[in-house]
């Protein structure tokens, strides 16, 4: 089964064409919002990190900026710089070079001589790039190089009935046709180890999945914290959650049934030799979730909701689907798919899942879901300290 | 038509898909086999009853696994959330 795709110089298959304009660190963010918006198509990633912090969170931040500019989503990247930040834009030009030959350009807005000054040279590149990604053609590529990102947010008891599986099915399918699925979340895979650990391909697989799991949670008693006393969430409790286990074990359905072939750490780069299901080490906040996962290559993200929630992401589509009949019917305008006919028992699991398959299908052959459509970007990364 | 879905036949607790007064009858099927009870509290749509009398400390089972402990006894039909359920056993 094939795909329309960009095949990118590095070799890897895109199903967007963005320029991506990518700040340093927090300070450079505004003069690239600036340059973004000059630029009709370009994409702006908000950074609320890359400076005044631990040599742990800048790794964090390169990895994850570096595999932005690296996901095959982007055609070219311009990297914007302050000057006196820890992300320096020669350090994160080098960091995407390792990844990617794809086009790059950067600007630092002190050398430029501020910020107009600095948006002038932007825009320039940014524009230069826009008319190279309209050269591109979109080709036949084969589905097994596709890496699907799952993810669940606001969940609530319909989840683990009917959105989750309903993903879970389209995961299996992926994996089947040769592809990558990603399980993320590790917060919300507490309660499920003694699942998830037989589902492992080898012990070394399974050892690795029982560490991010344990030290998800040693890290919050480190702080003297508790993970359950703010997972879960107020509104999954509203909706009907009570404990971490009991929306743990909803959440895992949505990576459906195949073996676990390899454990990532955060926003680390997913190796495309290996297929199959895989979990990458992410907390249970939606966007940073997203975040590393798009970091590690994920093309296209289907998150389940059964609260309702407006997520999207400005270098992949996310697609939304809801098991919650009443929510669907509330929040249509960001939506995308309702599953909740499990729930009435007029749909059966099966039939969803190949609904939503063609509706993934549509999407990664340039459909856009209503996210997109909408424009939004959200943005968050995971930090292991404050500021320093 | 059931008003309650339960997910596993370990199951000790299930969700009922539609708002249940106290004195209604919540009804499921285990393996096509339609079970009744009658519900002690209200519930809200989308939260969790009690199948069967569950004692203080006891494991609660959902998905066929542990959800938590039971911080107090519960009676069959009765509504299970934060005040009688937790993860740790207090």
Request: proline letters at 3%; one cysteine or more; glycine letters at 10%.
């Amino acid at each position: 089964m094939n795909f329309k795709g960009y095949r990118r110089t590095d070799g890897r298959a895109g199903i967007r064409n963005h320029i991506l304009i990518l700040p340093c660190s927090l300070c450079a963010s505004e003069t690239a919002r600036f340059i973004a918006s000059q630029v009709p198509g370009a994409v702006y990633i908000p950074n609320q990190g890359g400076c005044a912090m631990a040599v742990a969170d800048l790794e964090i931040t390169l990895k994850v900026l570096s595999g932005f500019a690296a996901n095959p989503n982007v055609f070219g990247t311009v990297v914007v710089g302050n000057t006196c930040e820890n992300v320096q834009a020669s350090l994160l030009c080098e960091r995407i070079r390792a990844l990617t030959n794809k086009p790059l350009e950067s600007v630092v807005i002190r050398d430029a001589g501020g910020t107009i000054k600095a948006a002038q040279i932007g825009v320039e590149y940014a524009t230069k790039m826009s008319i190279e990604a309209s050269k591109c053609k979109k080709e036949d590529i084969d589905f097994s190089e596709i890496i699907f990102a799952t993810e669940c947010g606001g969940s609530d008891p319909t989840s683990g009935l009917a959105s989750n599986p309903t993903l879970g099915y389209v995961s299996d399918k992926i994996v089947a046709l040769g592809g990558i699925s990603i399980l993320s979340e590790t917060s919300e895979l507490v309660g499920t180890e003694d699942i998830l650990a037989p589902r492992c391909v080898n012990e070394e697989v399974a050892k690795k999945l029982l560490k991010i799991i344990k030290d998800n949670e040693d890290y919050f008693t480190l702080h003297g914290e508790s993970l359950r006393d703010g997972n879960p969430s107020v509104g999954n409790k509203q909706g009907g959650i009570t404990t971490l286990e009991e929306k743990s074990l909803g959440c895992i359905h949505k990576a459906g049934t195949a073996p676990i072939t390899e454990v990532y750490g955060y926003g680390e780069q997913i190796d495309k030799n290996k297929k199959g299901l895989v979990v990458m080490d992410t907390p249970g906040q939606d966007i940073a979730s997203i975040a590393a996962m798009v970091a590690g290559g994920a093309q296209i993200v289907v998150f389940t909701t059964g609260r309702g929630t407006p997520t999207g992401n400005g270098i992949v589509p996310v697609i939304k689907i809801t098991g919650n009949n009443e929510k669907y019917a509330l929040m249509k305008d960001n939506i995308d798919f309702d599953a909740s006919g499990i729930i009435g028992g007029t749909a059966a699991i099966d039939e969803k899942g190949e609904e939503l398959f063609k509706l993934v299908t549509e999407v990664i052959n340039g459909e856009k879901s209503k996210a997109e459509a909408l424009g939004f970007n959200d943005m968050s990364m995971a930090r292991k300290c404050n500021f320093c | 038509m059931y008003n309650c879905l339960v997910i596993n036949e370990k199951d000790t607790v299930a969700t009922v898909i539609a708002p249940v007064k106290a004195g209604e009858e919540i009804s499921y099927a285990i393996n096509g086999k339609e079970n009744k009870i009658i519900a002690s509290e209200d519930i809200p749509k989308f939260h969790k009853t009690a199948l069967c009398d569950i004692k203080k400390g006891d494991i609660v089972i959902k998905y066929g696994c542990k959800i938590g402990y039971a911080l107090c006894d519960i009676k069959k039909g009765g509504y299970v959330h934060t005040q009688n359920l937790d993860s740790k056993m207090n």
